[in-house]
């Protein structure tokens, strides 16, 4: 069984200890950027059926009614909110795998 000092060693004497840092770090920070997604796509999710609730109570919305344009606003920004978390966590994956090929 490999010791955490023989661990140690090894990535002192090949020079791995800030990749083996930055790794680390990389991957608690996708976790976290994972969670943040999860609560984008949730609320995206929420906004949807409230927006489609809204429409099933009045088939005969008028597109020129305020509220109806502001809410359908609020839901594309919601979209907009979770396809920039996708690509950040896309980003964020293609490094830690880059630099896990080059190491």
């Given amino acids: 069984m490999i010791t ?27 976790r976290n950027r994972g969670i943040l997604l999860k609560g984008s796509i949730s609320g995206l999710e929420d906004k949807l059926k409230r927006l489609v609730e809204k429409i099933k109570e009045n088939p005969d919305v008028d597109p020129r009614n305020r509220e109806v344009s502001t809410y359908v606003k609020d839901v594309h920004y919601a979209e907009l909110e979770v396809i920039q978390r996708m690509n950040i966590l896309i980003e964020l994956l293609a490094v830690y795998y880059r630099i896990i090929r080059i190491t």
């Fill in 4 to 30: 955490e000092a023989q661990i140690l060693e090894y990535l002192k004497d090949n020079d791995y200890i800030d990749v083996f840092i930055f790794l680390i770090l990389s991957a608690d920070n996708l």
